[in-house]
């Protein structure tokens, strides 16, 4: 099972991301989009996701641990900035702490 198997929300239609393997990395993507063409192409990377949280803490997770401090996650948008880079626009909600939030002006790790 991936690391954030179920965890991951749209946040256009509310259905769950799905897990796709891309030359040889793992990423999530909007079962709707995927499925069907009928919703925002947006996918983010594993590891960015994971980076996000190993940096807010400052250690690394197992996967038992990851799953139990995440109550879900909510991706929006992924834009690029003015420099062309991927911009990622993501809630990381978690159980006990407050939310990794990464918006177009605004971050909170
Ligand atoms: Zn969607």
Same mark, same amino acid.
């Given at each position: 099972m991936a690391l !954030?198997? $179920?965890l991951i929300k749209c946040g256009h239609c509310g259905g769950n !991301? $799905? +897990? $796709? $393997?891309e030359r040889g990395k793992i990423k999530y993507i909007c079962s709707k989009y995927d499925n069907y063409r009928n919703c925002k192409r947006i996918s +983010? *990377? *594993?590891n960015f #996701? =994971?980076?996000l949280i190993e940096t807010r803490y400052d250690k690394k997770f197992t996967e038992k641990e990851i799953r139990g401090i995440i109550d879900y996650i909510e991706i929006f948008d992924k834009i690029k900035n003015?420099?062309?880079?991927d911009l990622h626009i993501l809630? #990381?909600?978690f159980k006990n702490d407050k939310p990794? #939030?990464?918006s177009e002006n !605004? =971050?909170?790790l």
């Open positions: !954030f198997s $179920k !991301f $799905k +897990v $796709k $393997k +983010v *990377e *594993e #996701i =994971l980076d003015k420099e062309g880079e809630n #990381i909600y990794i #939030i990464l !605004f =971050l909170q």
